[in-house]
């Protein structure tokens, strides 16, 4: 399966949501022509006498801390000869394997293979990732951690991904072409940029969405904003369900409140998880970071289209959140010919929408 990725996992730990540039320290790997910037306080070890790093990864709430290793690894055959390597050595050594999949990464496939495994120090779930670049040396990296650790490792990892910076533009690799063993990656590494994530520049000043519909979470009464093409009502059980000429299905919107809920991110993991198993068959899957949309709110999606016993199925899964109240948007379609123009519809509403308490 191949996924785009738009950089990536939910905002579990604050630490990682709220990170700035202050807070950040530079890694280089001048042979894979790669920086990228990281927490200060993870430990980052080199490899004896090789260019490659172990990483000790710090996790919020939790006394053990996460495992990076970063390898540089030589390797020009077939993405089906990776995977199916990775697949083989984990059956050697009895782990069960949870998933293969592929993303892209800087214009590139990203090869990705998660199992879960016993040892000395209890369950851990391990996920390994090529980067599948026309390079001499590629990119592999090996992330683990206990399982109720591994989410908030992943963000923290994909999060760095997020800045990394290469020396020029990665290239698909082309196995019918090998690269040049002495032609050298890096040429001029620029520093990688991590911005604040709350600050707001004066190209993004917010806009109030002209649309309102009050609504109550936890005792507390809040206003929905939405843009104006939408109309939406409260429904039976406290969901609200939104309507645009533009779009063929309801959109449905299940309000909640971290105070006594999950957090908005690990809400939008469990309806992403839970909308996956609708589907026999997932083509593409695209996901968003949580971003300061138009409307000052925080927001992210996660995308798929695919098909069921029934035909084509498409997918948002979305999340909205203010402070500690969200909501998660919700909407299916089975028609292909209409999917441009209602999902641009619904990534406005997920741009331009917001949560805000009332007096």
């Given at each position: ?78 993405k ?17 394997l ?9 214009g ?10 016993s040892?000395k ?18 990119l ?12 908030k490792?992943?963000f ?13 533009a ?5 196995p019918?072409?090998?690269?040049d ?101 997932v ?77």
């Amino acid at each position: 399966m191949r996924t785009a990725l738009l950089f990536s996992f939910f905002s579990i730990v604050s630490f990682s949501a709220t990170a700035n540039a202050q807070d950040q320290t530079l890694l280089e790997m001048p042979d894979l022509g790669l920086a990228m910037s990281h927490p200060k306080n993870w430990q980052v070890t080199p490899v004896k006498k090789s260019p490659d790093m172990k990483v000790l990864i710090p996790i919020e709430g939790s006394s053990q801390r996460a495992t990076l290793e970063l390898y540089n690894v030589s390797f020009s055959s077939e993405k089906d000869v990776w995977q199916l390597g990775q697949k083989a050595i984990n059956e050697r050594m009895r782990r069960e394997l949870m998933r293969q999949w592929e993303e892209e990464l800087l214009g590139v496939p990203m090869l990705l293979t998660k199992v879960s495994f016993s040892d000395k120090e209890g369950q851990q779930i391990l996920m390994t990732g090529l980067v599948y670049s026309r390079t001499a040396k590629k990119l592999m990296f090996r992330l683990s951690a206990a399982p109720d650790d591994f989410d908030k490792a992943e963000f923290a990892w994909r999060q760095t991904m997020n800045t990394f910076r290469t020396g020029r533009a990665w290239l698909p690799e082309d196995p019918t072409k090998k690269p040049d063993p002495k032609d050298p990656q890096r040429t001029q590494l620029p520093t990688p940029v991590v911005t604040n994530p709350n600050s707001l520049d004066g190209q993004n000043k917010t806009t109030k969405p002209p649309v309102s519909i009050e609504a109550t979470i936890s005792g507390r009464k809040v206003e929905i904003r939405i843009p104006g093409e939408w109309a939406g009502k409260v429904g039976e059980d406290g969901a609200i369900l939104l309507t645009n000429p533009d779009v063929g299905s309801q959109v449905r919107l299940t309000l909640a409140s971290a105070l006594d809920s999950d957090p908005p991110q690990r809400a939008l993991l469990a309806a992403s998880s839970k909308t996956l198993g609708d589907f026999q068959k997932v083509n593409k899957r695209d996901e968003s970071v949580p971003e300061k949309n138009r409307a000052g709110a925080s927001a992210a999606a996660v995308w798929r289209s695919g098909t069921t016993a029934q035909g084509d199925l498409f997918s948002c899964d979305g999340v909205c959140f203010n402070g500690d109240f969200y909501f998660v948007v919700s909407y299916r379609s089975t028609n292909a010919s209409k999917i441009g123009g209602e999902r641009k519809a619904i990534e406005n509403l997920l741009q331009n929408s917001t949560i805000q308490i009332l007096p």
